[in-house]
Structure formats: structure tokens, C-alpha cells
């Protein structure tokens, strides 16, 4: 807690909010649009009426029903307490709250402005300035101001998650113009391209609101937005109903032409996935989709899909997968050793637990980019080796020998070469076997806890840790309810979990929170693992920096190379379609290439709506 207190009082240092009056633009090379990519042009240009990937004649009304398994107890979505409702958004695609841009789905990574109606910023990208829309209202009327933004930035990364802090740790001072018109600067050192981009995802409170509560407590007050809908119940642990907004002021604008189209959407929560199953298939709501590859081979079956009530429908797409693994978290000693983590990997029978529990549906994952341009594949090339050749006396040699490739089987269940040779490396490594059981070189017997959260792992895990019982190790599979697997996650009190780490199209700040030394000691960060290495630091910065796409997908193999025979993790699984399933009187448009159907469930509609 003491080293994230100081990595907040250091990006908090110099945050200014002081007022001027724009000047206009007085130095050449600064550009001025209704949109900014990070890389090359934006595809839509200034005089664009709606994103190709929704329908601008999609009928308002109807109601959405969807379901949420778990619990929440707060709505107030930014601070590190409680669990918040769904549909709150901390980020950008809130229901109820507007950000600066919005992306377009069907690019890389390029933001449109909505708060925003234009941006600027300098060639060098060391600011960057939004002209609000004089016509922005929050939910009870009031302007969207300067002011609200400038309060918005302070008090998330005073008060917010931990999230803030890393994801906007460069920005060095916040410039009021006017009223309608503010600026970021950026530390002096900072090459960070995307900084004008997320700052656009920064979803804008009224500071009207705050002024007379305590941010930092979470709690069930009714939040003021200026997004699309209200909140008219909120029944804790149960339900939470949003109606949409007639007086929405962004409604006509081309960014949200053809979405928001239900007049309400309502989350049901269930205990668990069977519960909520079962009221999918009677009608109780109505779209899911599906994670599970048993539950699609045999659920989605029966009267309703027969008659044509229920679609079912698998979307292929070209979104990275990221990477779902075991996770080991090295902040324990056990798992200090690199050794013991590759040996762990060799018990985990991907073949059999694909043909035996997944019905052959998925894919082995091998990088932490699976699924794009970015994973490393091959041998490094001269780009890469220019990255990775300073740091090579601090990299396993196979970085630059060998391609990685997780363990195969023989599909039987029982890998007994792949446990032999986990085996002879142990050996080979000092680690001692007694009696049936794993010791370290220094004598402490080898075992540790899986905790989960779902029983649908249970599966899945309980043949893997058969498998380490072969090797003499103990790994216990533990289950947990929601609410403690969170707490254990935020305070990284576990040896082993399930953990996604998922990718956007276009890496940036995020991957700080993923792999760098500061978000391992920070509790709720998502460098869940514990990784402190200055070799990752430094390759994330690279990402950070990338001048251009071809570079940033440079940084991102390297990276990938170094994370890869680090062993951070026992590589899962992932698919490279969606698998959806929803009452037929829902209708879709075309789905773009980085549009995922759950993500874009704002430009559904329902066909009988009036």
C-alpha cells in the first residue's frame, strides 16, 4: 500500500487546474479534428452520418433482459470498494455515463469525439485539448463542463481504482481554456502516442453532484449521468433496470445514430450458471453468451429452439484473444522458480480436456497476443532482435533460439512422456522425490491451492492436479463464492487462479497494469501474477512508445517472447468465434471486425417495437 501511495502522490504532483483563455492556434503542425487514430486517419470522415456497424433505422422501444451471475452492492463503479452493478461502465460504453470519444469498433483504435465535438493536439502529441458540445446536459439538466471534466480527472486519480493511476500516470498538468475548452499536458519525457486517445475514454461525472459527498465511499446512491439512461431500481444482490432517456442530447449525433434502441434494460442476477440456464431456455430473458463448450454441445437444446423462439448463431471475429491461463503468483516463494513452473506445465493434458470436455470446440493458447498480428510466432526477426539483444544476459537463450510452443500429449489423459521429462528436469534442478512426494532443493514439500470461483472448472482442474500427483506435487482445488475469490484477487491471496488477460487491437498503458513492477505491489491491479522484471518494464515502455503500427506490433512480439518462456502461466484455451444465443425477435446489424456481440449490444434492437 506505502509503494502505491507514492506512485498516486507522484502523478498527482503538478496537476493544475487553473483558467486561461485559448489563444487559438498559434503554432504550426497542430491538428484539429472531429476524430484522432492512433495510427494513420480515422476511417469515418468529418461529414460521416452513422458507424457502418449499426442501423440508423433500427426501431426505439422494446425492453432487453439480460443476466448477471454473482452479486452487487454498490453504484458507484470508479472506487476499489464493493462490487458494482452491471451496466455502470467505468470506462467508455457506460449506460449512463458520456465519455470525451467514443471508439470505432470497426478500426484498430481510433476515437470519435462525443463530449468532445472536436479535438486538437500538436504533431509531437504532447497535449492534447477538447472542445466540449455546448449542447452536453448531464441527466438532471445541468451543462457538461470544463470544470466537470477537470474534477473528473482529479478525483479518479485521488480517489478511483488503482486502474487510473497507471492508465494515465503521464499526464502532467489539466489547463482549463474556458468553459467548453481544456487541455492535458503530458510529463515532458513521456512518448506515449496513446495518451490523446484514453484520455477520450475518461467517462465525465458531474462535479455538481460530488461536491457535497464523499466520492471514495461506495454506496447505493442514484449516480447523475450524461448518457443514455437512467437508473429507475436498483434492488441489491437481485436487479438493476435502466430506462432510456427521451431527452438524451446526444441522441441525433452520427457517433450514436442507431443505438440505445431499447427502452429498458434490466440485469437479473443468479447464483449460478444453471439457475440461469434454466430461466434463458423459459424466457425469463433474453440474450446470453456462451463461454462454456459443454453447455453449448448439449444446453441449447429443447421446445423453444425447436420452435424458433431461441436463435443460437456462432460469430467468427478478428478480435486478439489474449491469453487465459493458470496463473502462478510468484509473489511466493515456491513459484520463484523458473524451473517448477515449466515442469508444472507439463501435467496439463490440453488434447484430452479438449476431445473429452470441450467437444473439440477450442484452441491451445501460446502467447498473451493470441489471436492477432502481435503473437510471436517463428524465430525473433531484426526488428525484435534490436529490442531484445541489449537485454539478452538477463533472457532465457530460448528467446532467441527456439519458438514456443506449450506442451503436447498424446490426448490420453495420462501425458506420461510429458510427466517423465517434468520429471528429469526437477531432478536435473535439485528438487528431491520422497515417498511420492515433490521436494524444493531445500526440502520443503511442493504443494499449493487452485481456488476457483466457478464449478464448471472443477472439471477441468481436477484431472490437472491428478497429473501433479504423478510429479509428487499436492495442489488442492479450492472453492470459493464470488465475493471471496474478489477480495482474494484484489490482495493477490492465492498461489493459483484462473486468469484472462485480455488485448485490445491496439496495446498501450494498460499493459503497466498487466505486467509492470509497480502494479505488482499494488493491490487490485491486474498484474496479478507478481511480475517484477525490468526486461518486461522496459518492452512495455516500447509498446507505450510505438511511433507506428509496425513498431508497436514489434514490441508486442518481443514482449510476448519474454512473458512466454518466463513461464508466467499454464496456457488455457481460447476460441476464435462467439457463440450467442437470443429471443428471436432481436435483430443485429453486420458486425464490424473489432465489433464483439457482447460489446455491441447498444445496436440490437427488438423487431416488434413500435
Known amino acids: 500500500m506505502a509503494n502505491h501511495g507514492a506512485i498516486q502522490t507522484r502523478m498527482l504532483r503538478g496537476l493544475i487546474l487553473g483558467l486561461c483563455f485559448c489563444t487559438g492556434l498559434a503554432n504550426a503542425g497542430i491538428n484539429k479534428s472531429h476524430a484522432i487514430a492512433m495510427h494513420g486517419q480515422p476511417l469515418y470522415p468529418a461529414d460521416f452520418t452513422h458507424f457502418d456497424y449499426t442501423?440508423?433505422?433500427?426501431?426505439?422501444?422494446?425492453?432487453l433482459k439480460l443476466q448477471v451471475v454473482g452479486s452487487f452492492d454498490t453504484l458507484n463503479p470508479f472506487v476499489p470498494k464493493g462490487r458494482p452493478a452491471a451496466g455502470m461502465g467505468a470506462t467508455d460504453n457506460s449506460h449512463l455515463y458520456d465519455s470525451l470519444t467514443v471508439r470505432g469498433e470497426d478500426e484498430p483504435f481510433t476515437q470519435y469525439g462525443l463530449?468532445?465535438?472536436?479535438?486538437?493536439?500538436?504533431?509531437?502529441?504532447?497535449?492534447?485539448?477538447?472542445?466540449?458540445?455546448?449542447?452536453?446536459?448531464?441527466s438532471d439538466g445541468e451543462p457538461v463542463r470544463a470544470d466537470d471534466v477537470a474534477w473528473t480527472f482529479k478525483t479518479l486519480m485521488k480517489d478511483g481504482h488503482p486502474f487510473y493511476s497507471f492508465y494515465y500516470a503521464e499526464v502532467d498538468?489539466?489547463?482549463?481554456?474556458?468553459?467548453?475548452?481544456?487541455?492535458?499536458?503530458?510529463?515532458?519525457?513521456?512518448?506515449?502516442?496513446?495518451?490523446?486517445?484514453?484520455?477520450?475514454?475518461?467517462?465525465?461525472?458531474?462535479?455538481?453532484?460530488?461536491?457535497?459527498?464523499?466520492?471514495?465511499?461506495?454506496?447505493?446512491?442514484t449516480p447523475v449521468g450524461s448518457g443514455p439512461y437512467r437508473i429507475i431500481k436498483a434492488d441489491p444482490g437481485k436487479k438493476i433496470v435502466y430506462q432510456r432517456r427521451d431527452e438524451y442530447w446526444a441522441k441525433d449525433l452520427p457517433v450514436m445514430k442507431g443505438r440505445n434502441n431499447f427502452d429498458t434494460i434490466t440485469y437479473d442476477y443468479f447464483l449460478d450458471e444453471k439457475a440461469a440456464m434454466i430461466?434463458?431456455?423459459?424466457?425469463?430473458?433474453?440474450w446470453r453468451s456462451e463461454s462454456n463448450s459443454k453447455e453449448w454441445a448439449t444446453a441449447y437444446k429443447g421446445p423453444a429452439f425447436d420452435r424458433g423462439d431461441i436463435k443460437t448463431e456462432v460469430v467468427s471475429h478478428h478480435n486478439p484473444a489474449g491469453a487465459q491461463a493458470f496463473i502462478f503468483n510468484i509473489r511466493e516463494p515456491l513459484f520463484q522458480n523458473r524451473t517448477l513452473r515449466k515442469a508444472i506445465g507439463y501435467a496439463f493434458d490440453f488434447e484430452w480436456s479438449n476431445a473429452n470436455l470441450f467437444y473439440g470446440q477450442y484452441k491451445r493458447t501460446r502467447s498473451y497476443f493470441e489471436n492477432s498480428d502481435m503473437a510471436a510466432t517463428g524465430l525473433p526477426d531484426k526488428a525484435e532482435l534490436a529490442l531484445l539483444n541489449p537485454y539478452r544476459d538477463q533472457l532465457p537463450e530460448l528467446v532467441f533460439t527456439r519458438e514456443y510452443q506449450p506442451p503436447k500429449s498424446d490426448g490420453s489423459g495420462r501425458p506420461r512422456e510429458n510427466l517423465r521429462e517434468a520429471q528429469r528436469m526437477l531432478k536435473e534442478a535439485g528438487y528431491q522425490f520422497r515417498d511420492g512426494n515433490l521436494?524444493?532443493?531445500?526440502?520443503?514439500?511442493?504443494t499449493f491451492e487452485i481456488t476457483l470461483m466457478s464449478p464448471a472448472f472443477e472439471r477441468v482442474v481436477l484431472p490437472f492436479a491428478r497429473n501433479l500427483k504423478a510429479l509428487g506435487i499436492t495442489a488442492k482445488v479450492v472453492k470459493v463464492d464470488s465475493a471471496q475469490y474478489v477480495e482474494r484477487l484484489r490482495n493477490f491471496e492465492f498461489d493459483m487462479v484462473v486468469s484472462s488477460m485480455g488485448q485490445s487491437s491496439s496495446p498501450g498503458n494498460e499493459q503497466k497494469e498487466y505486467w509492470s513492477s509497480e502494479a505488482a505491489d499494488s493491490p487490485n491491479s491486474r498484474n496479478r501474477i507478481g511480475i517484477k522484471n525490468p526486461v518486461v518494464d522496459?518492452?512495455?515502455?516500447?509498446?507505450?512508445?510505438?511511433?507506428?503500427?509496425?513498431?508497436?506490433?514489434?514490441?508486442?512480439?518481443?514482449?510476448?517472447?519474454?512473458?512466454?518462456?518466463?513461464?508466467?502461466?499454464?496456457?488455457?484455451?481460447?476460441?476464435?468465434?462467439?457463440?450467442?444465443?437470443?429471443?428471436?425477435?432481436?435483430?443485429?446489424?453486420?458486425?464490424?471486425?473489432?465489433v464483439g456481440p457482447g460489446t455491441s449490444l447498444d445496436t440490437w434492437w427488438d423487431s416488434t417495437a413500435k
Not at 510505438?546 to 508486442?556: G, H, K, Q, S, Y
Not at 508466467?568 to 476460441?575: D, E, K, L
Request: proline residues 6%; neutral net charge.
Open 55 to 63: 442501423n440508423p433505422a433500427a426501431p426505439k422501444g422494446g425492453d
Open 115 to 138: 463530449l468532445a465535438e472536436t479535438i486538437e493536439w500538436p504533431e509531437d502529441r504532447s497535449w492534447v485539448r477538447y472542445h466540449l458540445n455546448e449542447a452536453a446536459r448531464f
Open 173 to 221: 498538468k489539466v489547463e482549463i481554456n474556458d468553459p467548453l475548452t481544456i487541455t492535458f499536458h503530458f510529463a515532458s519525457n513521456s512518448v506515449n502516442k496513446e495518451l490523446p486517445l484514453i484520455i477520450g475514454q475518461l467517462p465525465i461525472l458531474p462535479s455538481h453532484v460530488w461536491a457535497k459527498k464523499d466520492f471514495a465511499k461506495a454506496g447505493m446512491t
Open 279 to 286: 430461466a434463458f431456455t423459459g424466457g425469463n430473458y433474453d
Open 439 to 446: 521436494f524444493t532443493p531445500d526440502g520443503k514439500a511442493v
Open 538 to 594: 522496459a518492452l512495455v515502455d516500447k509498446i507505450i512508445a510505438a511511433p507506428d503500427r509496425d513498431a508497436l506490433i514489434t514490441a508486442c512480439r518481443a514482449l510476448d517472447r519474454v512473458l512466454q518462456w518466463n513461464y508466467y502461466g499454464v496456457f488455457n484455451w481460447y476460441t476464435d468465434t462467439y457463440r450467442i444465443a437470443y429471443q428471436s425477435r432481436l435483430r443485429h446489424p453486420e458486425f464490424g471486425k473489432y
